[in-house]
């Protein structure tokens, strides 16, 4: 069975980090892409990050970059987004997603197939 839990989540001042882990089971992490999502309250779910099958293409979203990078741990079937320099604009539920089955790459738009039940993350002073 394929599953998805997040955690890591919390609230954090504006400036500080945080670590979000999602854990995989039913399935290897080479065979599928991974992707962070976020959805704030009343807008809709936005790509973050993901990491593909081969763990070595990876892509982010443009108010992101340079201050989350995504990683993953194959043996602990884990993949970390880790977020740095966090601002109250980061406030959201982040969940993970897999396109198992349908593909390995990253590519924006593309549909995922299973989801975690999300962590909520707060950047609050």
């Known amino acids: 069975q394929v599953q998805l839990v997040e955690s890591g989540g919390g609230e954090v001042q504006p400036g500080g980090s945080l670590r979000l882990s999602c854990s995989v089971s039913?399935?290897?992490?080479?065979?599928?892409?991974i992707g962070w999502f976020r959805q704030a309250p009343g807008k809709e779910r936005e790509g973050v990050s993901c990491?593909?099958?081969?763990?070595?293409?990876?892509i982010y979203l443009d108010s992101v970059k340079g201050r989350f990078t995504i990683s993953r741990d194959n043996d602990k079937k884990l993949v970390y987004l880790q977020m740095n320099n966090l601002q109250s604009e980061d406030t959201a539920v982040y969940y993970c997603g897999t396109t198992l089955g349908l593909y390995k790459a990253c590519v924006k738009g593309q549909q995922y197939t299973s989801w975690g039940q999300g962590t909520q993350v707060t950047v609050s002073s």
């Open positions: 990491i593909n099958a081969a763990g070595m293409g990876r």
């Open positions: 039913g399935f290897t992490l080479d065979s599928a892409a």
